[in-house]
T-cell receptor, first 116, second 112 residues
Framework: DQQVKQNSPSLSVQEGRISILNCDYTNSMFDYFLWYKKYPAEGPTFLISISSIKDKNEDGRFTVFLNKSAKHLSLHIVPSQPGDSAVYFCAASARWNTGTASKLTFGTGTRLQVTL | DGGITQSPKYLFRKEGQNVTLSCEQNLNHDAMYWYRQDPGQGLRLIYYSQIVNDFQKGDIAEGYSVSREKKESFPLTVTSAQKNPTAFYLC???????????FGQGTRLTVV
């Protein structure tokens, strides 16, 4: 059962335009969400996160929006640049019953291609 | 330079052999994780550890084993019981709480 879903496996956007990557989740216990960027044969790198007490978080060209009622979040990249071409993973976590570490559940990823 | 080191980057093994993947971090993080990535799939959690000498199964622990004898190290053994061991394996660590996880560069394991 896929608790975090990224329904678009790929997205192509022209340089300078906005890229919008979407993510849906089913587990209402998730209360913290993250976006990671991944290049082939490398580990993911953290981009931006959002807590469920917020509906928006912005960091430079990257903005994440959270709609809790719809169990939906999106990542906006403005303006898109060729270096943004990578696979983007959405991840979610819920506080464990014991301990403090965060166990991340990942989506299947969306491959973004930014064209010239 | 702080970070997470996974070695080797590429690993080939014959079917039926156990193999151990190394993961070392010098970030002083309490929590460490092992994920597996298959083509077209997201990262799936194999095992995680919140503190030394403690670890728990993730979503796909069957056929794998781990140890956490030192804070810096969290090796993963892929045993012969793992039915489909060929995959890209990623180790991560975090301070805990709601801090993001930092990932290593990954180890691509191919079993022939």
């Amino acid at each position: 059962d896929q608790q975090v879903k990224q329904n678009s496996p790929s997205l192509s956007v022209q340089e300078g335009r906005i890229s919008i990557l979407n993510c849906d989740y089913t587990n209402s216990m998730f209360d913290y969400f993250l976006w990671y960027k991944k290049y082939p044969a490398e580990g993911p790198t953290f981009l931006i996160s959002i807590s469920s007490i917020k509906d928006k978080n912005e960091d430079g060209r990257f903005t994440v929006f959270l709609n809790k009622s719809a169990k939906h979040l999106s990542l906006h990249i403005v303006p898109s640049q060729p270096g943004d071409s990578a696979v983007y993973f959405c991840a979610a976590s819920a506080r464990w019953n014991t301990g403090t570490a965060s166990k991340l559940t990942f989506g299947t990823g969306t491959r973004l291609q930014v064209t010239l | 330079d702080g970070g997470i080191t996974q070695s080797p980057k590429y690993l080939f093994r014959k079917e039926g052999q156990n193999v151990t993947l190394s993961c070392e971090q010098n970030l002083n993080h309490d929590a460490m994780y092992w994920y597996r990535q298959d083509p077209g799939q997201g990262l799936r959690l194999i095992y995680y550890s919140q503190i030394v000498n403690d670890f728990q199964k993730g979503d796909i622990a069957e056929g794998y084993s781990v140890s956490r004898e030192k804070k810096e190290s969290f090796p993963l053994t892929v045993t012969s019981a793992q039915k489909n061991p060929t995959a890209f394996y990623l180790c991560a660590s975090s301070r805990g709480g709601r801090d993001e996880a930092f990932f290593g560069q990954g180890t691509r394991l191919t079993v022939v």
